[in-house]
T-cell receptor, first 109, second 121 residues
Framework: GQNIDQPTEMTATEGAIVQINCTYQ??????LFWYQQHAGEAPTFLSY??LDGLEEKGRFSSFLSRSKGYSYLLLKELQMKDSASYLC??????????WGAGTKLIIKP | GAVVSQHPSRVICKSGTSVKIECRSL??????MFWYRQFPKKSLMLMAT?????????EQGVEKDKFLINHASLTLSTLTVTSAHPEDSSFYIC?????????????????FGPGTRLLVL
């Protein structure tokens, strides 16, 4: 079956760095998304990786290894507003999205 | 974990026809489901909130007469795109909200469906 795994919850300190991992097993692969979702709001697009490697976008970076079925989202210089759920989703061979359950990130002062 | 399905996964229709998309929570009940539309830059736009047994709440700018939502049971919400036009072509995603114990110990979790790709010719 298809499966996306990511930690349920993580805690980090303001100003620090945190890495949220995502592993996947899907029927084919056409890309991997990371979304940020604050409570009660729609998910906000963060990144889309289709090729191996690291893509940096400001304080956020996303890494993909297709051979390992693995991605991570790296958040630097954490701010309190980064407290949110982070969703990993893979686009399979039929261009459907397989979603992880999300990682709730708690930022402490 | 909780599973949300959508049917159909993809549909092609002629301009002017109506298309119904189903969103089902397979192993849990959801009093609230959300409908999103994914745009080419991959952002998700919330279209409406579907509440079981009551009228849906639409976001500003979303025509309720064009995007009909029915949440007839605790496991099914439907989105009907009426008189579809080519500009309605998009990727529609639903999610089901779970509260309490099922939500992995958290207060609230949304479980997302795989999406329905609509192409209007």
């Amino acid at each position: 079956g298809q499966n996306i795994d990511q930690p349920t919850e993580m805690t980090a300190t303001e100003g620090a760095i945190v890495q949220i991992n995502c592993t996947y097993q899907t029927s084919g692969f056409n890309g991997l998304f990371w979304y940020q979702q604050h409570a009660g709001e729609a998910p906000t697009f963060l990144s889309y990786n289709v090729l191996d490697g690291l893509e940096e976008k400001g304080r956020f970076s996303s890494f993909l290894s297709r051979s390992k079925g693995y991605s991570y989202l790296l958040l630097k210089e954490l701010q309190m507003k980064d407290s949110a759920s982070y969703l990993c989703a893979v686009e399979d061979s039929n261009y459907q999205l397989i979603w992880g359950a999300g990682t709730k990130l708690i930022i402490k002062p | 974990g909780a599973v949300v399905s959508q049917h159909p996964s993809r549909v092609i229709c002629k301009s002017g026809t109506s298309v119904k998309i189903e969103c089902r929570s397979l192993d849990f009940q959801a009093t609230t489901m959300f409908w999103y539309r994914q745009f080419p830059k991959k952002s998700l736009m919330l279209m409406a909130t579907s509440n079981e047994g009551s009228k849906a709440t639409y976001e500003q700018g979303v025509e309720k007469d064009k995007f009909l939502i029915n949440h007839a049971s605790l496991t099914l919400s439907t989105l009907t795109v009426t008189s579809a036009h080519p500009e309605d072509s998009s990727f529609y995603i639903c999610s089901a909200r779970v509260l309490g114990v099922l939500a992995g110990g958290r207060e609230e979790t949304q479980y997302f469906g795989p999406g329905t790709r609509l192409l209007v010719l």
